[in-house]
C-alpha cells in the first residue's frame, strides 16, 4: 500500500498546474523573438532555459541532494527538498518538472527513481563555479576550506577551533586569534585555505612557546613531496592503488600516535632507536596475532550486526559446498583484523564432519586456499593466514590438507597462507616425506608442541574464545648494551627501565583495540568473541640482538659463563614483564622472533657509534632474532648436545615464543628434508625449516 500511495501522491502533484512566485525564474518557454538560423535559435533557448532552471535555488538545491543521495524516489527527494507540507506539494512537482523536461533529472520508470544526468551534474558543478568566483571577485578575504566549500574569512571561528580542538583558555584563544588575523591581512594573502590559517595559528603558538597546545592543533598527513615521490616510483606499488591508499592512511595515524597518542618516552625511543614499534598506523586499530577456533567462525554464518554493508550475509554451512564458499569470506575479512598473523585451529576436525570423500575435501581447499591469498594487504608484508594441524588428528584428513596446499604453494611465489604442525601428540615421521615436499615447494610451515603462530608466538589459551597477542614493539638490546659501558649489570637496569614505560605504552593499546572491537570496527571479532569479559588478550616485547649484546658488545665469550650471562638477561626481561603485567592485571610475556623494519636499528646505531664499529658485531646485515641451528650438524646431535640443551632452555625460558629457523640450501633434496626434520622434531619443542630460493 505505500507504494501505491506514494505513486498516486507523485502523479497527483505532477498533474497540478501551479503558478510558483518565484523572481528568479527566468522562464522563458514562450519566448519566442528568437531570430535567424534555426539551429542557433534552438541551442540558445536551449542554454537560456537551463540558465532559467539555474536561477532558482529550489531546483540547485535537488540536484544538489541527488547528486550526493544517488537515485531517490518522488516521496524521498520531496522530504529532502524541504517540501513536507501538503500546501508545497505543487511547488515541488512544478521544479521537479523543470528540470526533467530540461534533461538535467532523468526518471527510472521501472523502479520509479529519480538521478541527476551528466548534464545535471555539469550544470550543478558550472553553478558551484560561478558562486565561487563572484565571491572571490567582492573583494572580501574567503577561505577554501577542508570541507569543500569557500566562505568568508570569519576569525571567531578560530577562536572557536582553538578552544574546542586545543582547549585553550577563552583569553588567550582571543590573543592568539588577534594576532593571526593581524598578519593574514598583513600577507595580502590571494589563496587562502584551512591549513594555511592552521599552519598560522600553529606558529604563533610556538612562538608564545605553547607547543603543547600547537600539537594538539597540528595537521597530520602526508607533504606534498612525499606524495609525489609515491605516485612517481610505482615500480615498489606490489598491491596497486591500495598500497596508495593505505600508505596514505597509515602515515597519518602513525604521525598522529607519535605526536599525539604514545607517551613522550616511548615515542622518543622509538625515534631514537632504543625500541621499534611496526605497524605504528595500525598500532591502535587492530590486534597483531589472533589464535581462533574454526568451529565458532562458521556455527552462525556472516551476520555482522549491520557492519560492512557489501558483503553478502550466509547462514551456517551444512555441506561441503555451502563451507567452500563461506570460508574465504570469513578469512577475507579476517584478514583487515590483524596486522601480522591468524591462526586458526580444528580445521580436520571441522573438515572430517562435513565429507568423508578426502578427494573433495582436497579440491575444495585448493579453491581456498586459492580464494582466500587475495585479501586486503594492510601492511607491506601481508597478513599470514596459517592453519594448525594436531598430528593427532586424523591421518588421511592430515594429508590430504597438507597435499592441497602443496598444490597452492605450487602456483604461489611467495605464499601468506601457513601450516602450524603441532606435533605435541603425534609423530612427525608419520608425515615428513608429504611435509618435506610442502617445505622444498617453499611453503610457510612451523613446526610446534603446542600451539603457536608461523612466526613461533605461543598460544597457551585453552579456551575456545579468540586468544589476541599485541606485540610489534622490539626492543634493540645491542643499543642498550653500547650505552652500557659494558657493564652487564648495567645494562640489565637500563633494560629494565626501557620495558617499564613500555608495557605501559602496550597497557594503553590494549585498551584502545579493545574499545574499537566492542564498538564493531572489527566485526568478526566483535561477532564472534566476547573475549573482552575473559581477558583473552596478553601483550608480548620481543627482543632483538641478544646475542651481539652479551657476546660482541659486553664482550662476554660464548662459553658456560657467557651462557649464563645471556640466561641472566632474559631472565630479567621474562620476570619483569611478569610483576608488571600483574600490577596492570595483564598477562606480558617475553619473545624472541621476527620482526620488521629492523634496518632501522642497524642504520641508527650506525650514525650514532659510526658504521664500522656497528659492523664489527654483525654477523649479516641486521641483528640477530630469534635462534638458527645448524641442519648440517643435526644428525650428529642429542638431547644433551650443547646447543640443543641451551636452545631448550632458552625456549622454556621465554613464555611469548622463541623462533628457532631451521635453513636448508636450494639444492636440498626432499630426503634430506625429511631426515632433518623428523630428527629436529625429536630434540627442541619448535622450529621453522627455511628453503632458500636460491
Not at 203 to 217: I, P, S, T, W
Not at 539 to 550: P, Q, S, T, W, Y
Not at 577 to 591: L, P, R
Request: proline share 3%; hydrophobic share 35%; net charge negative.
Amino acid at each position: 500500500m505505500g507504494k501505491l500511495n506514494e505513486d498516486f501522491e507523485e502523479e497527483l502533484d505532477m498533474d497540478v498546474d501551479v503558478d510558483v512566485d518565484d523572481d528568479d525564474d527566468l522562464d522563458l518557454e514562450m519566448d519566442g523573438g528568437d531570430k535567424g538560423d534555426g539551429r542557433l535559435q534552438s541551442t540558445s533557448k536551449r542554454v537560456r532555459m537551463i540558465f532559467s532552471v539555474m536561477a532558482s535555488p529550489n531546483r540547485i538545491d535537488i540536484l544538489r541532494i541527488l547528486n550526493s543521495k544517488g537515485p531517490l524516489t518522488y516521496s524521498e527527494l520531496k522530504s529532502l527538498a524541504g517540501f513536507k507540507s501538503k500546501k508545497e506539494s505543487g511547488k515541488f512537482a512544478y521544479h521537479l518538472r523543470k528540470l526533467l523536461r530540461q534533461s538535467l533529472v532523468a526518471l527510472n520508470k521501472s523502479e520509479r527513481r529519480y538521478t541527476i544526468t551528466n548534464l545535471g551534474k555539469l550544470v550543478l558543478s558550472l553553478a558551484r563555479q560561478i558562486e565561487e568566483r563572484s565571491i572571490i571577485e567582492s573583494g572580501k578575504m574567503y577561505v577554501r576550506t577542508s570541507h569543500d566549500s569557500i566562505e568568508e574569512f570569519n576569525s571567531d571561528k578560530i577562536i572557536q577551533s582553538l578552544v574546542r580542538e586545543g582547549s585553550l583558555p577563552l583569553e588567550l584563544s582571543q590573543k592568539i586569534t588577534e594576532e593571526v588575523e593581524n598578519r593574514i591581512y598583513k600577507f595580502q594573502i590571494t589563496y587562502l585555505t584551512g591549513s594555511l590559517i592552521r599552519e598560522m595559528v600553529n606558529n604563533v603558538l610556538l612562538e608564545h612557546g605553547h607547543e603543547e597546545y600547537r600539537n594538539k592543533l597540528a595537521r597530520l598527513g602526508m607533504p606534498v613531496f612525499d606524495i609525489q615521490e609515491m605516485l612517481t616510483n610505482v615500480e615498489n606499488i606490489r598491491n596497486g592503488v591500495e598500497d596508495i591508499l593505505f600508505t596514505s592512511g597509515k602515515n597519518t595515524l602513525a604521525e598522529y600516535l607519535l605526536t599525539n597518542s604514545l607517551p613522550k618516552d616511548i615515542a622518543d625511543s622509538h625515534l631514537s632507536g632504543e625500541l621499534n614499534i611496526s605497524n605504528l598506523g595500525l598500532w591502535s586499530l587492530i590486534p597483531d596475532t589472533i589464535f581462533l577456533n574454526l568451529k565458532e567462525l562458521i556455527e552462525d554464518g556472516i551476520e555482522l550486526k549491520g557492519k560492512c554493508p557489501g558483503v553478502t550475509r550466509t547462514p551456517a554451512p551444512k555441506t561441503l559446498d555451502d563451507l567452500g564458499k563461506t570460508l574465504p569470506m570469513i578469512f577475507n575479512l579476517l584478514s583487515k583484523e590483524s596486522s601480522q598473523e591468524v591462526v586458526v585451529d580444528d580445521l580436520a576436525a571441522v573438515l572430517g564432519k562435513f565429507s568423508k570423500d578426502t578427494s573433495d575435501i582436497e579440491k575444495m581447499l585448493v579453491d581456498v586456499f586459492a580464494m582466500s591469498s587475495i585479501s586486503t594487504s594492510l601492511d607491506k608484508a601481508s597478513t599470514t593466514l596459517s592453519f594448525r594441524i594436531p598430528l593427532s588428528a586424523d591421518k588421511k584428513l592430515i594429508e590430504t590438507i597438507i597435499s592441497a596446499y602443496n598444490t597452492f604453494a605450487k602456483a604461489t611465489p611467495s605464499p601468506k597462507i601457513g601450516l602450524v604442525i603441532d606435533y605435541e601428540k603425534g609423530k612427525v615421521a608419520d608425515h615428513s616425506e608429504i611435509l618435506a615436499q610442502t617445505i622444498s615447494l617453499g611453503g610457510n610451515v612451523t613446526f610446534s608442541k603446542g600451539s603457536c603462530s608461523t612466526n613461533a608466538i605461543k598460544n597457551s589459551s585453552k579456551s575456545p574464545e579468540p586468544s589476541i597477542k599485541l606485540g610489534s614493539l622490539s626492543i634493540n638490546l645491542p643499543r642498550l648494551a653500547l650505552e652500557s659501558s659494558k657493564d652487564e649489570t648495567y645494562f640489565r637496569a637500563r633494560l629494565v627501565l626501557l620495558m617499564k614505560p613500555a608495557i605501559a605504552a602496550m597497557a594503553t593499546r590494549k585498551k584502545d583495540v579493545s574499545d574499537l572491537i566492542r564498538r564493531g570496527v572489527n566485526p568478526i571479532l566483535a561477532e564472534k568473541t566476547q573475549f573482552m569479559q575473559k581477558n583473552n588478550t596478553s601483550i608480548i616485547l620481543n627482543l632483538v640482538g641478544l646475542k651481539e649484546a652479551v657476546y660482541k658488545i659486553l664482550g662476554h665469550k660464548d662459553d658456560k659463563e657467557g651462557k649464563e650471562i645471556l640466561n641472566k638477561v632474559l631472565e630479567t626481561a621474562v620476570d619483569i614483564a611478569h610483576k608488571k603485567g600483574q600490577e596492570i592485571g595483564i598477562d606480558v610475556s617475553i619473545a624472541m622472533v621476527d620482526s620488521d623494519e629492523l634496518t632501522r636499528f642497524v642504520t641508527l646505531d650506525s650514525e650514532k657509534y659510526g658504521k664500522n664499529s656497528i659492523m664489527d658485531v654483525l654477523e649479516g646485515d641486521l641483528y640477530s632474532q630469534g635462534l638458527e641451528l645448524n641442519a648440517a650438524e643435526l644428525d650428529k646431535s642429542t638431547a644433551k648436545t650443547e646447543i640443543i640443551s641451551e636452545y631448550n632452555k632458552i625456549s622454556k625460558t621465554l613464555d611469548g615464543g622463541l623462533l628457532i629457523k631451521l635453513p636448508f640450501d636450494a639444492k636440498a633434496k626432499d630426503a634430506d628434508i625429511k631426515k632433518t626434520i623428523e630428527k629436529a622434531s625429536s630434540l627442541i619443542s619448535s622450529f621453522k625449516p627455511i628453503k632458500n630460493s636460491n
